[in-house]
């Protein structure tokens, strides 16, 4: 016994410092950064659907899309740069929240919630580093294209032993996903990301206005995305398996289509705002 606690106490110890680390008012400073970049991201998407909305075929109005946007304007290498740096940041800055909360999975009372906790705070950071390792692939003047890249891992995984099964699980887990950011839209559970005590009483209508619109755009979206992989796992045809272009790209497809995705583009670019208010207001603690 002795010796397990002398242990933890090492951990304790590591942690903390670790946790220093990751409260650097320079780490934050830089994830301020990267959330702008994730904020104006979600505003070239919404810009970028109203184009397909519009009509226009050679639009991908996802991530990568966005990110090429950005390639083309003058300085966009270096903005790029800016964007990956800050988006990684971001990431390290996320997942340093599970610094905070780790010590709860010991407790048996607490071990569901603290797990949940942490496994949405990780969730998170690897969004934000996936998206700033492809901006700095876009930086190095590297081709990639998410919805090809999904196609493609997708065949693959369809082509080994229980490849079907697990690709239902991939799409059950990206409408869960979907489901989940409806619901924090719904429920205004975003807020929760917001320092309120620093932002003005005045804008927090405002914020929370618009961050409902963008996350409950953002969960039909992915629910879609979700929907379109089982497709592909259900029929055995790749061609349905699909990112957030190809969401956008069908739901311009149906009747009425291209209101509906202007209403999503819509949706995203409030996304943006509510992202950049985070940004000015930022607080990574769930527990708040």
């Known amino acids: 016994m002795p010796s397990a606690r002398l242990l933890l106490d090492r951990v304790h110890r590591l942690v903390e410092s670790a946790r220093e680390v990751t409260d650097h008012p320079v780490l934050e400073a830089v994830a301020r950064v990267g959330l702008v970049a994730y904020g104006v991201l979600h505003l070239l998407i919404g810009w970028l659907a109203v184009q397909l909305a519009r009509g226009s075929a050679r639009t991908d109005a996802d991530q990568t899309g966005a990110l090429q946007a950005v390639a083309v304007t003058p300085g966009g290498t270096v903005l790029l740069w800016l964007i990956g740096l800050g988006m990684l940041s971001l990431a390290l800055w996320q997942a340093g929240e599970v610094l905070l909360w780790w010590h709860g999975l010991l407790d048996p009372e607490h071990r569901w919630r603290t797990a949940f906790v942490c496994a949405r705070c990780l969730a ?75 932002a003005p009483d005045r804008w927090e ?15 039909v979206a992915f629910g879609l995305v979700g929907v379109l992989l089982w497709q592909a796992a259900a029929t055995a045809d790749v061609s349905t398996a699909t990112g957030l272009a190809g969401a956008m790209t069908a739901i311009a497809s149906v009747d009425a289509g291209p209101w509906l995705l202007g209403a999503v583009a819509a949706g995203f670019i409030a996304f943006g705002g509510y992202a950049l208010a985070r940004a000015r207001y930022p607080d990574r603690d769930p527990s708040s």
């Open 124 to 198: 998170k950071a690897a969004v934000y580093a996936v998206l700033g390792l492809t901006a700095l692939l876009f930086a190095l003047g590297l081709e990639y294209q998410a919805d090809e890249r999904l196609r493609e891992l997708t065949g693959e995984t369809l082509e080994v032993p229980g490849g079907v099964a697990l690709v239902l699980v991939a799409a059950a887990g990206v409408v869960a996903v979907g489901l989940y950011t409806l619901v924090r839209g719904l429920t205004g559970g975003f807020m929760k990301d917001i320092d309120l005590p620093t």
């Open 205 to 219: 209508p405002v914020i929370e206005a618009i961050g409902r619109v963008g996350y409950v755009a953002k969960g």
